[in-house]
């Protein structure tokens, strides 16, 4: 029990190393995202900078799980076994010690530094990392100074255990050689009748490394069963909770944007009050109007109708047009046989009033092109469970992901080319409105397409059996392989969960 002793460190070290490694990772995961920026190449020791981030991060969580493993693992320790739980140890240290020096090379060293964050390593470009975190990816730490004295603090922080670990590792090795070394003496240099006991030496031997290999099984099967089961659930249970969460917001949200179109006033009073006033004629008779309608396009009869009440009575009367009224302008109107539909908003076109627009290609249609479905047992073991394929990766996408929460404009698409810009075919009234209007109608109509082809039954596309209706359905990109965590995507088929919530 000579390994003992450090039991008590590795109770101080445990909040220390918790916060350097799950606000560590958390660091990384907010940081990384600049380097789309470009920013680690401008300022001092940028690259070197990051790389020590995410050292910091990866070891973060192992020196963690492994001091909380070893917390009582470290009484059993003897010899041999105190020997390699102190090499263990210095790893540890030496990785995080790297790590700091890595991050020193931008970071300030001192919390007064913090105080002029705003003018500490500013780039070449004059850029600042700490102003452009802040606007980014660190808004709610309360400004740049905050930041830096976060940044600082954790940094601090894991000098500290570094040190306090590499000592702690280096007396482990000094009596595991000791107690090693008298073993071999005391084991070696017993006679008995003149002879040395040569069996009795190797069966010591032998037993010390049968014992050194239950002790790792000792060790590795609870963590092994912790990482398999335990965690996968608690992913699992997390993931279900947000799934369902948000759909359930997202109904509500539908529901009341629905109601307030319902209840929405119009631009008069009256505008949205039934027309009682049945001695309100229409100044056109009806044949008349279909005649008319011969020399003129149908999208323009829509908007005349639409741009006043009293044109819509002058045209239609006070009912508006009925169902067949609106066949026979379609049918008269528009002249030729290629007539075809506004993509946005259905209404009949021809080729002397349609417009072509290059648009990108809608969020909800590259989701629908590329997302796949699972069912929950194949999520559960291929993304949840550690070993799975993406079960470090559970909801992550990577940066050349085109699925991400974000609109891409047509512009964007014509300068950038971040996707290849398609050709619509639209109404006169669809295209002149703006892009950003046209963008957000288009997202709407592929969302609501997306919503209503993913509620048909469906395969998964693992196990290639069916998905059951009341069942909850996990999406799965196809650029980045791991779980497409985005609110277009329907958690149940017929739109309710199987509680409520």
Not at 220 to 226: A, K, Q
Not at 273 to 294: F, G, N
Not at 428 to 454: I, V
Request: charged letters at 20%; one cysteine or more; proline letters at 5%.
């Amino acid at each position: 029990m000579s390994g003992g002793w450090s039991c008590v460190v590795r109770f101080a070290c445990h909040l220390p190393m918790g916060m350097i490694g799950f606000s560590g990772r958390g660091v990384y995961d907010a940081v990384k995202d600049l380097d789309a920026l470009g920013i680690y190449d401008v300022i001092p020791g940028g690259r070197m900078f990051l790389s020590g981030l995410q050292m910091y991060a990866t070891w973060g969580i192992f020196a963690f799980a492994w001091n909380f493993v070893m917390f009582m693992g470290c009484m059993a320790c003897y010899s041999w076994l105190c020997l390699l739980l102190g090499v263990v140890d210095s790893m540890i240290a030496s990785s995080l010690l790297v790590s700091a020096v890595k991050q020193a090379q931008f970071l300030p060293r001192t919390y007064s530094s913090c105080d002029y964050a705003t003018d500490w390593g500013n780039g070449t470009d004059g850029r600042n990392f700490f102003l452009a975190a802040n606007e980014t990816t660190f808004s709610n730490y309360g400004g740049p100074k905050n930041l830096c004295h976060s940044m600082v603090e954790l940094w601090a922080i894991t000098v500290s255990m570094g040190v306090l670990y590499m000592l702690t590792g280096v007396i482990n090795i000094l009596i595991g050689l000791v107690q090693a070394y008298d073993c071999h003496h005391r084991n070696g240099s017993t006679y008995y009748s003149g002879y040395t006991t040569y069996d009795t030496t190797v069966n010591n031997r032998s037993s010390r490394w049968a014992g050194l290999g239950r002790f790792a099984l000792w060790i590795l099967t609870p963590v092994l069963w912790i990482l398999d089961q335990p965690l996968a659930a608690c992913r699992f249970v997390l993931r279900y909770t947000r799934k369902a969460l948000a759909a359930k917001r997202k109904d509500r949200r539908d529901g009341k944007s629905l109601q307030h179109r319902n209840q929405r006033p119009g631009k008069f009073p009256a505008e949205n009050e039934p027309d009682t006033d049945h001695k309100l004629m229409p100044i056109l008779p009806y044949e008349l109007l279909i005649k008319v309608s011969a020399d003129i396009h149908y999208v323009d009869l829509i908007s005349a109708s639409r741009s006043s009440k009293r044109l819509r009575i002058g045209l239609f009367g006070a009912g508006g047009p009925n169902p067949s009224q609106l066949e026979d302008l379609r049918r008269f109107s528009c002249q030729g046989n290629t007539k075809r539909s506004c993509e946005l908003c259905g209404i009949q076109t021809c080729p002397h009033c349609q417009t072509l627009v290059a648009m990108a290609p809608s969020l909800a249609s590259q989701h629908l092109k590329h997302c796949q479905p699972q069912c929950s047992k194949c999520f559960y073991d291929t993304y949840c469970r550690w070993w799975g394929l993406q079960g470090q990766r559970l909801a992550k996408h990577k940066e050349t992901c085109g699925l991400k929460e974000q609109r891409t404009d047509v512009e964007m698409a014509l300068t950038a080319g971040v996707s290849a810009p398609d050709t619509k075919t639209l109404c006169r009234m669809c295209a002149s409105m703006t892009p950003a209007e046209r963008r957000r109608a288009f997202e709407a109509k592929d969302e609501r397409e997306l919503d209503r082809m993913e509620r048909h039954p469906l395969v998964c596309s693992k196990c290639k059996g069916m998905l059951s209706a009341r069942a909850m359905r996990w999406w799965i990109c196809g650029q980045c392989l791991t779980e497409c965590p985005s609110h277009m995507h329907p958690a149940w088929a017929d739109g309710n969960p199987p509680w409520p919530l």
